[in-house]
């Protein structure tokens, strides 16, 4: 008996204090950089992100209303489960204030629903799925950097305006693929083009071949590739072995300069695509580009790494504002605030927490065109934000009074 | 809180007695020095490979699939709370009948071959069942089910308190090993490991073999599923990671590491392996390496896992491990 | 245009014949994996590992040596063979007298070690690897392009299949070989070294792995997870033709990848599950595989 009385009252002690385990602000802001860095996409977001978090955290000084910022980062490996696991320790249990990067959709959503429910704040760069400003939105959760509709759509409309009049989908076979190849389908449509169809490939998938010869059997103009990363780079490789280059034309609907980068210009001249970042656009963009090449062994950052930059201290400015760090009041601080720097000249948060900024239409230069590794863009046309993202009345976020 | 679990028996303090009482005032006195969320995932894949190791420890039977068990059950308690509304005891509930059933159909068919077919066969299915995972619509494919409400455990302890969820899963953990405690020491249990010895004997003296290995299997599914279920109601979430065969892997490096056929091994691997995660997760590819290195020593130098060296150690001071 | 069950005829021939490519690497790799099975009573879950390495030294020695592609089909297997008679020496030989799961164990925990390693120190996004001058090109078969490259690699295989499976049913060495699997000790009475003839089977098979690996090289790229993402297979592979038979391996190789082309134009996403079904199946009705000896 004595040991069941005993028991009871460690159980008894353990509930009245079991509010001690959430934490107030601890006289420190702090950001945990949540990303890839071992998987298919640590290359454009990865270690670059924690750079440029750092890069960030610099250029306010290191300190905000005299609280020293600190960045931690960790690897989610592209899973849900771990990316929550960390994100809740983080947050329960280290005193870290907001998330940033979150690549890989599903990654992102388990992040938002924890930071929805403790008030905390999330800046999206690296996830591209729409719904993370519409169903699954949040007052306190940001989307920076892109999104499916901005590239999908984006590329989409330009090439089929362009006369890429039939399309045919090769489409990875997940949340982010589907949701990809939905946003450029509509923007296809909408200016008057066919879908001829399209084959859903496993993720992540090494052999394309199959897949683009029904591609080629379909007779579509246009191959579009709703799919990322290591997958699109495959499929571009393989249908430039099998001849179809020749007769149809490839379109990533979402491209990375590290893509580009590991194709080489031989093979990916050409291709239109649309970015949020470039680096080489005015002087601004490169002066930030040669710092974060500085610490990056000669990379250029991805519009997901610059992203995390113009993220990270858009929030500390905000801090800076707001004199708190308390999630809410942060956060209508951060939609107060104008967006003004290298990334986004004219940069405004919605009420979802999308970010408006220009986006940019580009085509990868040909070798002769190229001055040298990293020169890979040709910019055709600036998208203003307004009309590079989803216009709000279609939004279906139920922050967006209508 | 439920405490059916603690025996209280009056009866004389073993050394072993006093063992068992003190690793269980550990584990409750472990969420005020631990975070609590890492100690619930521990005792999550420790319940896991617990139910692992009845079948591989016990019959013999090293299935390559444990996985779909885990994770569908997962899927199902996640699905069931979320979109059913179910309160988180009946959403387990509907969990573990689902790995149950699933156990019964694929174990019917599994059991009939043995050793390395056996494990194939179960590999087979569970990648089926990853197939289902990633095309069914409710289980939102590579997003996994998410936003999982913990909600009301018999409608008024409240999980979304991190002690409450603890010592709920706490409460589950050592109620099910006692249930395998049970298993292997009852009758049942003796004829189990006869059969993993010698099964020409076993049968003939006269044990429908394949019904005590059909049982044992099932167990051994349901069990597993309610690790997965509460994974779940923890994580909130529900994801393709848990049906994955890495998954599978997973757990007979756990099981493996601890110790197969012990009763404390499998929580010992399960918590190692964790906390390797855990505490090396910034490190990325660093964690492979070092789980390979540890299956490499443990299948070298010692078969018998860290409880089975242990056993003996404590055996000659009493201790029954 | 013919058609045949919906699907235009052209496009179902350069369905298989892409299948008969896919099917080149399993028969490949189920090949060593068989063989290594047959003797050894190994289940060698390193063999994706293997088969990586194979990849990953045709891109070292061509970034380090300047060596090209045909170098590297020598090398590779000379240097990963001789990797796995290292392995085999010091791990794999304790292990002979154990349930062969524990071989199974083992050689998951080496693959868990070397793909970490490989990641480590190169990333996961994988280098590209170019297609060699000799074999650029393709042709144009009427129903499809097909790449000169591919068309080499269903050869190479081919060639070596039949090679390793004249090896061992119509050579003196086979025979000692077929004799040590049905009774070590009565060959090793006979004088025949049968320690050496297990060593030199495993770097055999593995030195096959490598070679799969360079030839895989140009096609997809030099990747740390090419391995893990194939094993899983070509083990299904294995099971299906019957451990341990070496016709079956080959044989069942191609037949699952014509199986898996065909799946891809029918119902592309169950490309990756139908030869899990295909083994569970066979598992269910003829354990020993379609073509294992009774068991």
Known sequence: MIIKRLLMSVAALALSTGLAHAQFSDGKVKIGVLTDLSGTYSDLAGQGNIVAAQMAAEDAGGKINGMPIEIVSADHQNKADIASAIARKWYENEGVDAIADLVTTAAARAVREISKEKGKIDLISGAASLPLTNDWCSPTGFHWTYDNFATGAGTAASVTKQGGSSWFFLTADYAFGHDLQAQSERAIKANGGEIKGGVRHPFPNADFSSFLLQAQASGAKIIGLANAGADTINAIKQAKEFGITKSQNLVGLLIFITDIHSLGLETAQGMMLTTGFYWDIDDQTRAFAKRFAAKMNGRMPSMIQAGVYSAVSHYLKSIQAAKTDEGVKVADKMRELPIKDFFAKNGKLRPNGRMVHDMYLAQVKTPAESKGPWDYYKILRTIPGDEAFQPLSENTCPLVKK | ?321 | MTLLFGIPIQALFGQLLLGLINGAFYAMLSLGLALIFGLLNIINFTHGAQYMMGAFVAWLVLGHAGLGYWAALLLAPLLVGALGILIERTMLSRLYKLDHLYGLLLTFGLALVIEGGFRQLYGISGAPYAVPEELQGGWNLGFMYLPIYRGWVVLASLFLCLGTWLLIEKTKLGSYLRAATENPQLVQAFGVNVPVLVTLTYGFGVALAAIAGVLAAPIYSVNPLMGSNIIIVVFAVVVIGGMGSILGAIVTGFMLGLLEGLTKVFYPEAASTVIFVVMAIVLMIKPQGLFGKGS
Not at chain 2, 21 to 28: E, V, Y
Not at chain 2, 115 to 124: D, E, K, N, R, S
Not at chain 2, 224 to 250: I, N, P, R, T, Y
Not at chain 2, 274 to 287: D, F, K, M, P, R
Request: some cysteine.
């Open chain 2, 1 to 321: 809180m439920n405490q059916k679990a603690i025996p209280v028996r009056n009866r004389a303090m073993t050394p072993q007695r006093l063992l068992v009482l003190a690793l269980l005032l550990l584990a409750l006195a472990a969420p005020f020095g631990i975070y609590p969320i890492f100690l619930m995932k521990g005792l999550c894949f420790a319940l896991f490979a617990a139910a692992f190791n009845l079948l591989l420890g016990y019959v013999g039977l090293l299935s390559f699939g444990h996985a779909m068990f885990f994770g569908f059950a997962s899927y199902v308690t996640a699905h069931a709370a979320k979109e059913w509304g179910f309160s988180p005891e009946l959403a387990i509930l509907a969990g573990v009948a689902t790995a149950a059933a699933l156990g019964l159909v694929t174990g019917w068919l599994a059991i009939r071959r043995s050793g390395i077919y056996f494990a194939m066969v179960t590999l087979a299915f569970s990648q089926m069942m990853f197939f289902v995972a990633i095309q069914a619509p409710f289980t939102h494919g590579e997003d996994g089910i998410q936003g999982v409400p913990r909600g009301h455990l018999l409608g008024f302890i409240d999980l979304n308190d991190s002690l409450a969820m603890y010592y709920f899963v706490l409460a589950v953990f050592v109620a099910s090993l006692l249930f395998i405690h049970r298993i292997v020491t009852s009758p049942f249990g003796q004829v189990l490991k006869a059969i993993r010895d010698n099964e020409p004997r076993a049968i003939s003296l006269g044990y429908e073999v394949e019904r005590y290995k059909l049982l044992a299997f099932v167990l051994s599914a349901a069990l597993a599923g309610l690790a997965g279920s509460m994974k779940s109601v923890v994580f909130q979430l529900a994801s393709l990671a848990d049906v994955h065969w890495h998954a599978s892997g997973e757990v007979v490096l756990m099981t493996l590491l601890g110790g197969v056929g012990t009763v404390f091994g499998p929580t010992v691997g399960a918590f190692l392996v964790v906390a390797i995660q855990n505490y090396l997760s910034e490190t990325g590819s660093w964690v492979t390496i070092i789980q390979g290195v540890i299956f490499i020593l443990c299948v070298l130098m010692f078969r018998r896992g860290m409880a089975g060296m242990l056993g003996p150690m404590m055996k000659k001071r009493g201790i029954d491990v």
